[in-house]
């Protein structure tokens, strides 16, 4: 189901809980919206349709959708500096430092363990919505 985005910031600085088997439905609504906003976004984390928990839905440069649930990063090398936006966020782009290597743990929609490496744009993507579930906002 599509979702409403969440604009208030004291919410969105929140750092979100560990989701559950019992959060798949809340994935759902979470790429549904992703979707929907495809023309403006590459990216979301749950706390922007309102949901406090740890889970992200993105879209890679070969327009692949996933969703992770609990990800962390677990190494990140090659730092730079660069500019995003936001569509939970008023204004411009704003100046922040990413990797552009990282490799994430997360589990899947049917709850498995797994590891994966990724790199560039979907890198970006990635450690923009880690920060939306630690409450960091760009």
Do not use: W
């Not at 922007?48 to 090398?77: C, H, W």
């Not at 782009?93 to 744009?121: A, D, H, L």
């Amino acid at each position: 189901m599509i979702k409403e985005l969440v604009h208030d910031p004291v919410f969105l600085a929140i750092k979100s809980r560990d989701a559950a088997e019992s959060d798949i439905e809340t994935a759902r609504d979470l790429l549904d919206t992703l979707i929907a906003h495809k023309e403006s976004c590459v990216g979301m984390a749950a706390n922007m349709i309102g949901s406090a928990k740890r889970i992200i839905a993105f879209v890679d440069e070969k327009e692949q959708y996933t969703v992770m649930l609990n990800p962390v990063i677990i190494k990140a090398e090659k730092p730079y500096d660069t500019e995003e936006s936001c569509l939970s966020l008023l204004g411009g782009p704003r100046k922040c430092t990413r990797f552009r290597s990282i490799k994430v743990q997360y589990q899947t929609t049917e709850m498995q363990t797994r590891i994966k490496s990724f790199k560039g744009f979907t890198a970006q993507i990635i450690q923009h919505e880690i920060d939306h579930c630690c409450g960091v906002l760009i």
